[in-house]
């Protein structure tokens, strides 16, 4: 029912260079009062999507800190992604409602979850839930003396389907604390007693998928992958999603095309997401829409790549002249962070975490139809000096603001308000049944000590 998942160690130190100083100072200090305790992050696929992403870099690097900290996966049957993916589309304004069976087989899996986490005597000071596929396990799992439960909320609920709303809100009555990436994601009608934390997601930038790589490296992996690196690129890296309007990104292209001949477009959707079972009927909607299009490559099936995924992405990132998020609901949008951080223009929707990212006009463009998109796309794509102005000033943003250990410092400054003060100096940390657990070993590359061009 539960895994857990063991990364190789890393160096906090590989971080310093690239972080403001006094992010360094507060994070490092912050984390020597948690010496002792143990944070236990949760959530519903090992790989594939926002999170999985997030807590793969980030639980090492909270060891690294002096943290302990464990990451536990659900193994839930394989209809149980199919509700919850209905759930994130109704949580995020989709019409319907869940049918009785459905919410049945959606809280007896978490109820199972709880059963198991009890049986087996985890313990943890901080419980740390994301997502609304692990929501109910607070009201289900007995209180064990003064343990904290966080829920961390990555999606938009800027207009969330209101029926669905009210049969899941009162499930957060039974957290301590609840994180929502932006202000307006928090829905009325919480617990006016019940602490909330902002707090916006953020990048690893010693991954595979962020470090620097060489624009001729590059072209090398996309010209494998069918690119010509003799014309322009335009490139949206997202899963095959309604929310990711993908039909309006090649819309824009065709308008674009017009004033740029040869250009190309790639829709890299290559996501290992087990809890996404509607991609494929997008993506087969997605090649009907592109109309056998030689130009338009649509990227889905992550077998027989020329390099991993996370390179693939990286460098269809470094060799695109303007990078694409055209969503109409984002939670936060990693890939947009991503592409800033490698200094790339970046065109965005203008919604929910993507306007938090982009300060329009300076760090990017925020645009809310296919024919404002193919302006901003031949504005930037003829005219070299306004990419690299644009793409300066995303990087810096980037920095300053939506890199890893900033996440970090959220989420221990979210523990430190919530944490009696008498736990900071208990004993050693307590030896429970963590270790018995069916445990997945992830061989990640590790970082380089002294990453270059990131800065």
């Not at 310093?16 to 949760?42: I, W, Y």
């Not at 519903?44 to 302990?68: C, D, F, K, R, W």
């Not at 319907?96 to 059963?115: H, I, K, M």
């Not at 439960?149 to 809100?169: E, K």
Request: overall charge negative.
């Amino acid at each position: 029912m539960l895994s857990r998942i063991l990364y190789p160690p890393v160096s906090f130190d590989s971080y310093v260079p690239l972080l403001p100083a006094e992010l360094v100072d507060r994070l490092t200090g912050l984390a020597r009062q948690f010496q002792n305790l143990r944070f236990v992050h949760l959530n519903s696929t090992l790989a594939g999507g926002g999170v999985a992403e997030i807590l793969q870099s980030l639980v090492p690097m909270m060891n690294a800190l002096g943290v302990t900290t464990e990451r536990l996966v659900i193994n839930p049957p394989a209809q149980f992604f199919n509700v919850t993916k209905k759930l994130h589309n109704l949580l995020q304004g989709a019409d319907g409602a869940l049918e009785p069976e459905e919410l049945e087989l959606y809280l007896q899996t978490v109820r199972d979850v709880s059963g198991y986490i009890g049986q087996r005597g985890l313990e943890s000071a901080v419980w740390f839930c994301h997502d609304p596929q692990v929501l109910p396990l607070a009201q289900m799992l007995p209180q064990r003396g003064d343990e904290v439960r966080i829920w961390v909320c990555h999606i938009d609920l800027t207009a969330p389907n209101p029926g669905v709303l009210d049969q899941l809100r009162p499930l957060t009555s039974a957290y301590d604390g609840l994180i929502f990436s932006l202000d307006s994601y928090a829905p009325a009608g919480l617990d006016s007693d019940l602490p909330v934390y902002i707090s916006p997601p953020a990048i690893d930038p010693l991954t595979a998928k962020n470090r620097a790589m060489s624009p001729g490296e590059a072209a090398e992996i996309v010209a494998a992958m069918g690119i010509s690196p003799d014309r322009p690129l335009v490139t949206q890296v997202s899963r095959f999603d309604y929310w990711k309007d993908p039909w309006g990104v090649i819309d824009a292209y065709r308008m674009a095309r017009e004033s740029v001949p040869g250009l190309q477009l790639a829709l890299l959707g290559l996501s290992q997401a087990t809890d996404d079972p509607e991609a494929l009927q997008v993506l087969n909607d997605v090649a009907r829409h592109s109309a056998g299009d030689p130009d338009i490559h649509l990227y889905f099936d992550p077998a027989g790549l020329p390099d991993s995924i996370d390179r693939i992405v990286n460098a269809f990132q470094v060799a695109s002249a303007v990078v694409m998020q055209k969503s109409t609901r984002e939670g936060f949008g990693l890939t947009v962070a991503e592409a800033m951080w490698k200094g790339r223009p970046l065109i965005g929707g203008d919604v929910g975490g993507i306007r938090i990212q982009v300060e329009d006009g300076s760090s990017g463009y925020l645009v809310s139809s296919p024919q404002e998109c193919a302006r901003r796309m031949v504005d930037l794509l003829l005219d070299p000096a306004l990419r690299e102005t644009i793409g300066t000033a995303a990087k810096e943003s980037v920095r300053r603001q939506f890199l890893l250990p900033r996440l970090a410092l959220d989420y221990l400054e979210a523990a430190a308000d919530l944490v009696p003060p008498a736990r900071l100096s208990d004993g050693p940390l307590p030896v429970n049944g963590f270790a018995d657990l069916e445990q997945l070993r992830i061989e990640l590359p590790l970082p380089a000590p002294n990453p270059t061009g990131s800065r």
